[in-house]
């Protein structure tokens, strides 16, 4: 088996995407390790996750610092320290500057509550339930300059039902989120994904067994 792949995950919140990481790591299904734990808010509870499994742990407050860039670039010279190879964002509440970009490129990963493009930046399950839309989901993608704008990596879609509301459509999308982050980081540890543009590719993917998915289902079916 390949050395396994050197994490730094940035955190502002509850830490469940973190949670789910470490879960999977300890199972033996992601050949990773966490290196440090970085957040930006010293009251954000995945510090304790964090702590509970043992993970080193920075608090850098943003406003201790000058400049947003000032901010990164002490979060950057972290990572490298750490001789971090994969940066992922798990509820990480900043857009990160040009310098972190040029640090880390292809190298940073986020994951998305929406079926992106669709619903970028926040509150996106409110937007999903005032535009009526019939599927929902998330999304991993590479960061990039712009706004949940990076190549995506995979999604999960889930239905949108008519009571839904923001908490419980969230609570489901959550869970979906724990199963695919783990695989989107295990796809970058075995070397299978290809960025090809925006397209990204994964090698020996076998195509998805599910031709279509209907919204409500069609009558008869």
């Known amino acids: 088996m390949a050395d396994p792949l050197k994490l730094g995950v940035l955190i502002s919140g509850s830490g469940s995407n973190l949670q789910s990481i470490i879960d999977h790591i300890e199972k033996g299904s992601l ?3 966490i290196k440090i734990v970085i957040s930006n808010n010293p009251d954000a509870y995945g510090i304790t996750r964090a702590k509970k499994h043992g993970l080193p742990v920075l608090i850098f407050k943003h406003e201790d610092f000058k400049s947003r860039e000032d901010f990164d670039l002490e979060v950057i010279k972290t990572l490298q ?3 971090v190879q994969l940066v992922v964002l798990a509820g990480f509440m900043r857009i990160l500057t040009a310098a972190f970009l040029r640090a880390f490129p292809q190298r940073i990963i986020n994951i998305h509550p929406a079926l992106l493009p669709a619903f970028p930046g926040t509150h996106v399950q409110k937007q999903a339930l005032e535009y009526g839309v019939k599927f929902s989901g998330c999304t991993v993608h590479f960061v990039d300059g712009g706004v949940d704008t990076g190549p995506i990596i995979i999604q999960s879609v889930l239905p949108v039902h008519d009571d839904d509301t923001e908490e419980t459509l969230a609570a489901r999308i959550l869970k979906e989120e724990h199963r695919i982050y783990p ?3 295990q796809f970058y540890a075995d070397g299978k994904i290809e960025i090809d543009g925006r397209k990204v590719k994964i090698k020996s993917a076998n195509k998805t067994s599910f031709p279509a ?7 008869g079916y």
Request: charge should be neutral.
């Open 31 to 33: 050949n990773a390790i």
């Open 81 to 83: 320290n750490n001789h």
């Open 183 to 185: 695989q989107a980081i």
């Open 213 to 219: 998915l209907h919204n409500p289902p069609l009558a």
